[in-house]
């Protein structure tokens, strides 16, 4: 039975990247790829990447992008809003909903524009990639793009996820949907 594995590479700029795999197709997908790409590719031992992708197109969040792809020869996943905005190219435009496989596993794609205005959240089975739509007790900092009230909006779409969500963030640590509910101070306001 396949298992989804999630390994966590934190880099320079404090950006949280992600190589989540399948354990029986050796599959693989980049969440996030700030990290230099040597950090990652050395968490790749023996896995095919099939995806990179990411939540949003600020820079610390794509700096490995175009050297893993080379590496990889990974397909490169970012909202359509924020390759405009930010001059990002990419393979793979999502739309809201759309599913990307990875051996047995499917990545939902959750548009969450507000952090910026292409952001997004991926969904695998009770796991999600936040980005900076919502870290741990709080969310990413409004910075020029950013949209507060929308922000506010796409948060309200993922207190619909189930309490036992875990969240992984584009900063700092792990968190769960329930304990953020309970705990931070967004959620009086979404």
Known sequence: MSRLAIVKVRTEQDVNTYVLSDSESKEAVVVDPGAPAEKVLAQLDGLSVRWIVATHGHPGHLAGKDELKEATGATTV??????KMFLRSADVYPLDGEELDFGQFKMRVIQTPGHTPGSACFLVGNHLFTGDT??????????????????????????RLPPAT?????????TS??????????FRRA
Do not use: C, F, W
């Open 78 to 83: 970012v909202t359509m809003a924020d390759a």
């Open 134 to 159: 919502l870290l741990a007790g709080g969310i990413g900092r409004e910075l020029p793009g950013s949209d507060l009230r929308q922000q506010m909006i796409s948060i309200g779409k993922l207190i």
């Open 166 to 174: 875990a969240i992984y963030p584009g900063h700092g640590p792990v």
């Open 177 to 186: 949907l329930e304990n953020e509910i309970r705990t931070s101070p967004v």
